[in-house]
């Protein structure tokens, strides 16, 4: 089947921790993304990249950090400078055209 | 002023009723509109892309305004399914999406 996947779907971590969240896509696109989701505000944009060894940060990226070494690959590391890492993260894909498809999501709470 | 709004809702309908969401964006050099539907504590998922001369897709249709800056949906006899968090994206430039914070459907049996 093609499509994103993310794991885990749920992540619990302590304070103070880095995190990585996985997010692999079959669909040979070149630009992958990472939002937030919080309660009651829009998607906001973390990071993106368009082609293998390249990324950009998006609106909301302090505390985060990527990597794209592969096209099918986009892992997130939330690290313990994000102030409020607990939140639900969605990871998208887009081919040249230009809508985005969504993975499932990992929902990660930092206590 | 945020790029993208919509009333949040909740609307409440009866089945097989008709409603209609209204998403105004506030940079007029946005370029293409989405209607994006999510459900609860799901991923997004693409409804349908919103084109200027606006379109159809079954009981769903998006109308695009460009000299009031809005995009509209319309879902015709609502069926229970319909129940979702609906999203209005802008995207303006390359990578740059504006996701406003989606308004709310119930539909009641």
């Known amino acids: 089947d093609g499509g994103i996947t993310q794991s885990p779907k749920y992540l619990f971590r302590k304070e103070g921790q880095n995190v990585t969240l996985s997010c692999e896509q079959n669909l040979n696109h070149d630009a992958m993304y990472w939002y937030r989701q919080d309660p009651g505000q829009g998607l906001r944009l973390i990071y993106y990249?368009?082609?293998?060894?390249?990324?950009q940060k998006g609106d909301i990226a302090e505390g985060y950090s990527v990597s794209r070494e592969k096209k099918e690959s986009f892992p997130l590391t939330v690290t313990s400078a994000q102030k409020n890492p607990t939140a639900f993260y969605l990871c998208a894909s887009s081919a040249k055209s230009y809508e985005q498809y969504f993975g499932p999501g990992t929902r990660l709470t930092v206590t | 002023r945020k790029e993208v709004e919509q009333d949040p809702g909740p609307f409440n309908v009866p089945e097989g009723a008709t409603v209609a969401f209204n998403c105004t964006y506030s940079n007029s050099a946005s370029q293409s509109f989405f209607w994006y539907r999510q459900d609860c504590r799901k991923e997004p998922k693409l409804l349908m892309s919103?084109?200027?001369s606006g379109n159809e897709d079954g009981r769903f249709t998006a109308q695009l305004n460009r000299a009031s800056q809005y995009i509209s949906l319309l879902i015709r006899d609502s069926k229970l399914s319909d129940s979702a968090t609906y999203l209005c994206v802008c995207k303006t430039g390359a990578n740059n999406l504006f996701f406003g914070t989606g308004t709310r459907l119930t539909v009641i049996p």
């Open positions: 919103v084109y200027s």
């Open positions: 990249s368009q082609i293998v060894n390249d990324f």
